[in-house]
């Protein structure tokens, strides 16, 4: 069995792109790095619960209300959740600036990080032109993401026999479709309006695509998502930026022959 290490704890964490509710949820993965990763204020940068797939049918699992036990016990911990709904939880936008106890809900938030950079946190889909100027071919995108999540098993079925490692067709599918609608557009606009707004950096998620780089001067970071990576994007102490790929992490655990099983430890 899998062991992780317990509190690990970082200044901040962003996660983005949940998709509670989605068949293709890692929320297994996702609850494991909650019992094992703390910090002083955590950031949900949108698409934490996917309103679009329950539309469509109910899929709700347990470990999923699992995690979203474990953000309540964290708020009720003094961990600052600050919750920026995206484009498949919009339904919560109604709650912008609403304040419960340690739990935030933004449109957007600024956050400073220890070594004095200032970044803006959005989830990004107001400045993705599919959902904004074809909101019909997102929801359809949506849909074939989730037979390409359910695809995914028997092709990772095939090459687990082959010897092969792990790989996401939905992911590919989903980064292929928005570069070829949106290019390089989304990022550039996302970083456009960091400067604007006096950021030197911005943090966002919407795209399942984790990465952080410089686009013209301007920071820019993408959290990824749970669906098919398993990412999270955390502060050290110092202020760096660091992408932590946790569902990677655990399938390497996994993959190390053990000659006596380990139970998993919890926090």
Known sequence: MTRYKTSVRYRAIFLSDMHLAARACRSEDLLSFLKSHDAAVIFLVGDVIDFWRLRRGPSWRAS????????????QAGTRLVYIPGN???????????TLGTLE??????HDTADGRRFLVVHGDEFDDVVNKARWLAVLGDIAYDVASAVNVGVNVVRRAMGMSYWSLSAWLKYRAKRIFNGSKFEGLLTAEARRVGATGVICGHIHHACVRIIDGVQYV?????????????????????????TDQLRAIESKPSKTPVAPVTS
Do not use: C, M, P, Y
């Open 64 to 75: 999923q209300t699992e995690v979203i036990q474990q953000f309540l016990a964290k708020a």
């Open 88 to 98: 498949h939880d919009e339904e919560l936008r109604i709650l912008a600036g609403t």
């Open 105 to 110: 809900v933004r449109l957007r938030a600024i």
């Open 222 to 246: 993408n959290t990824g998502d749970w669906v098919d990576s398993g990412t999270a994007v955390v502060e050290h102490f110092d202020g760096r930026l660091e992408i932590v790929r946790w």
